[in-house]
Every structure is written in C-alpha cells, then in structure tokens.
C-alpha cells in the first residue's frame, strides 16, 4: 500500500509540473497590414489559440482565418472567398522552438522563435524575433514579420494588384495564461 502511494504521489508531482509548464491564450491577437498607394488594408483576429509549452520551449499557434475582422464587410469576404479560400484551408498554423527561451525574465527580452508556418496549405520556415517577458506567472510575446503572398500561393487577380501590397505586415500579441486542466 504504501508502495502505491508512493507512486500516485509521484504520479500527481509529474501531472502538477507538466501543467504548470504549460501557458495558453484563446484571445492572443493577430493583425495583418498591406499598404498601397490606393488603399491600405488592415484586419484583426482576437480568436487567436496559442501555447507555450516551457519544458520543451516550444510554441504553437492556430488561426481562424474566418476570424479576421475588417473595416469593410466587401474586403472581408474578398479575402475569405478570394484570396485566402477560407472554406478550403479554414486555419493557418504555426509550431516552432523558442531558441533562447531561458532569456525571458520579467523585464522584456528579445527572443527568437524558428518554426514552421502554414497559409493556404503551403508550409514555410519562419524565424521571427520576438519581444518577450514573463511576470505574474504570465508569458507575454509581441512582435511582426512580413511575409510574400505569392510564396504561399494567395493569387491576386491583376484588376486589383495594385491595392494590393506584396509584402503583408503581420503583427501579433499573446498573453499567455498558465494552463489549467
């Protein structure tokens, strides 16, 4: 008996740390900007799941792309029938390493964060640097990068390829949560 008591505590100590190495955000936001001379664009997604997984320094990150909300009711369904085929790849997705991970402190440090992202099923390594900070059991991480949407197959019809900028900013904001089960 007291052997399996040993066990279960044992057990439950493991459970315990694995859980509190975890951290999530559901409402991590991602904003995307394209400037061009005749409009710009801008759209933002509060729905944004994130998980930093301290143990392995690991992120991953999952977007609705339906989420993503506009100015315009018009580019929005542009962008979700048109250009980024919502119905046909409904998520982008990115699953990377945090290389310095043990920098983050409680003042804000830069991090690199090397992964993998997926838009409109084409997959791309991605390093991006990072703004991070860890306070009040909390992990923040804020930064941008840019990206090609030809590399990830978006197709803009040449009737409106100049409203349309090349290079897409995107920027993001997690406050990741520790993860209770």
Do not use: W
């Amino acid at each position: 008996m007291k052997n399996l008591y040993t066990v279960f505590l044992c057990l439950f100590t493991v459970f315990v740390i694995n859980a509190q190495e975890r951290y999530l955000t559901k409402s991590g936001q991602i904003t995307f900007f394209s400037e061009s001379p005749l409009e710009n664009i801008e759209a933002k997604n509060n729905q944004v799941l994130s998980i930093v997984d301290a143990s392995k320094k690991q992120m991953a990150i999952s977007i609705l792309m339906k989420s993503f909300m506009f100015e315009k009711a018009l580019m929005q369904e542009h962008f979700n029938e048109n250009y980024v085929e919502s119905d046909k790849y409904p998520k982008a997705t990115f699953r990377g390493k945090i290389l310095n991970f043990e920098t983050i402190s409680n003042t804000e440090s830069k991090v690199q964060v090397k992964g993998k992202i997926t838009i409109h099923g084409v997959t791309k390594e991605l390093t991006v640097e990072t703004l991070a900070k860890k306070k009040d059991d909390a992990i923040y991480m804020k930064g941008s990068f840019f990206i090609t949407l030809s590399d990830f197959g978006v197709e803009i019809p040449s009737v409106v390829e100049k409203n349309i900028a090349k290079q897409i900013k995107i920027s993001f904001n997690f406050n990741h949560q520790p993860f209770k089960k």
